[in-house]
């Protein structure tokens, strides 16, 4: 049933939809976006690792693939509760990495639009580094949709964006086009931003949803020279208000704005995900956390159109 409903928001495009599983730890709900999931399994036992963070459980073996375990009702709460033989894996997949995340129930999928999706306030997400992509309003329930990718940075910082891949780059010149990016983490917005200004693309602009950037791009219409003022987009696709595939959309159907280059830069790039970003009209496409590889192809788009 998982695969078939994850086939089906694969194969539409751009229409700014996103389907949530929901569900709980400790009777609160929480989301994740279908597209992260794997598959669900019943709970199973779990070799420990010594020196892991705490809020890994271990390892377990699958089907003669070695999985890491993370106890998620630790990781928010600090504390385990009595592990049930109803505890569900979440399965989930990104960033080219399998991970399980315990839970105590799943509740279902409720497909919504982005644009109804909140940023969560930071009075309640912990200033800046909060853990919650949104909230979501799921039928008559508000869902916390969960920000793994930070989750796991946060337990393994070495998956995530690695400035030195930059310092293997060498020494760069100095380059003032317009770089726009959507990316609604905090934490990813502040690398991705910090890796580009080492490498030399001092001249971003940083948006915290496709829908903000895509207001900035409309409002460049007109322009007499209009690549001064933006050279490239740089987008995430999972993003409350308007995700990453609809922006592309947006701009790739819009007769001034058509020639932009976009490339997508998500956690979420898998071979389905990358065929609906050609369909879509994505000149690049690429997994984070592959910083490096990000600035070799923006060096390549605007050489090559530059040349």
Same mark, same amino acid.
């Given at each position: 049933m998982l695969e078939e409903d994850k086939r089906g928001i694969l194969l539409e495009s751009g229409t700014n939809e996103i389907e949530v599983m929901e569900f709980t730890i400790f009777d609160s709900l929480y989301g994740i976006n279908v597209a992260k999931v794997k598959e669900i399994l019943v709970s199973e036992p779990v070799k420990p690792m010594p020196h892991a963070h705490p809020s890994v459980e271990g390892i377990?073996?699958?089907?003669?693939?070695?999985?890491?375990?993370?106890?998620?009702?630790?990781?928010?709460? *600090?504390?385990?509760?009595?592990?049930?033989p109803k505890d569900l894996f979440i399965i989930t997949s990104f960033n080219k990495m399998n991970i399980a995340f315990r839970v105590h129930t799943v509740v279902g999928i409720s497909r919504i639009s982005w644009g109804a999706i909140q940023k969560p306030d930071k009075t309640v997400s912990s200033g800046d580094?909060?853990?919650?992509?949104?909230?979501?309003?799921?039928?008559?329930?508000?869902?916390?949709?969960?920000?793994?990718?930070?989750?796991v940075a946060e337990i393994a910082p070495e998956t995530s964006i690695q400035m030195s891949e930059i310092d293997r780059l060498g020494k760069r010149e100095r380059n003032e086009s317009v770089i726009v990016v959507a990316e609604d983490s905090v934490l990813l917005s502040k690398m991705i931003?910090?890796?580009?200004?080492?490498?030399?693309?001092?001249?971003?602009?940083?948006?915290?949803?496709?829908?903000?950037?895509?207001?900035?791009l409309s409002g460049l219409r007109g322009s007499d020279d209009l690549r001064s003022k933006v050279a490239l987009v740089i987008t995430d696709i999972e993003m409350p208000q308007m995700d990453g595939h609809r922006l592309t959309k947006l701009i790739k159907d819009d007769k001034e704005l058509k020639q932009l280059?976009?490339?997508?830069?998500?956690?979420?790039?898998?071979?389905?995900?990358?065929?609906?970003?050609?369909?879509? *009209?994505?000149?690049?496409?690429?997994?984070?956390?592959?910083?490096?590889?990000?600035?070799?192809?923006?060096?390549?788009?605007?050489?090559?159109?530059?040349?």
């Amino acid at each position: 049933m998982l695969e078939e409903d994850k086939r089906g928001i694969l194969l539409e495009s751009g229409t700014n939809e996103i389907e949530v599983m929901e569900f709980t730890i400790f009777d609160s709900l929480y989301g994740i976006n279908v597209a992260k999931v794997k598959e669900i399994l019943v709970s199973e036992p779990v070799k420990p690792m010594p020196h892991a963070h705490p809020s890994v459980e271990g390892i377990f073996k699958p089907r003669d693939t070695v999985i890491t375990v993370v106890d998620l009702p630790k990781y928010l709460f *600090g504390q385990s509760g009595e592990k049930g033989p109803k505890d569900l894996f979440i399965i989930t997949s990104f960033n080219k990495m399998n991970i399980a995340f315990r839970v105590h129930t799943v509740v279902g999928i409720s497909r919504i639009s982005w644009g109804a999706i909140q940023k969560p306030d930071k009075t309640v997400s912990s200033g800046d580094e909060g853990i919650a992509t949104g909230i979501a309003q799921c039928g008559d329930d508000l869902v916390t949709i969960l920000d793994f990718e930070k989750i796991v940075a946060e337990i393994a910082p070495e998956t995530s964006i690695q400035m030195s891949e930059i310092d293997r780059l060498g020494k760069r010149e100095r380059n003032e086009s317009v770089i726009v990016v959507a990316e609604d983490s905090v934490l990813l917005s502040k690398m991705i931003e910090e890796a580009l200004h080492k490498s030399g693309y001092v001249n971003t602009k940083m948006f915290p949803n496709g829908q903000e950037l895509w207001n900035y791009l409309s409002g460049l219409r007109g322009s007499d020279d209009l690549r001064s003022k933006v050279a490239l987009v740089i987008t995430d696709i999972e993003m409350p208000q308007m995700d990453g595939h609809r922006l592309t959309k947006l701009i790739k159907d819009d007769k001034e704005l058509k020639q932009l280059p976009v490339i997508i830069f998500s956690s979420l790039i898998t071979e389905e995900m990358r065929r609906k970003g050609k369909e879509l *009209g994505a000149d690049e496409q690429m997994s984070k956390p592959e910083i490096g590889h990000l600035v070799k192809v923006i060096d390549h788009l605007l050489g090559q159109e530059n040349g």
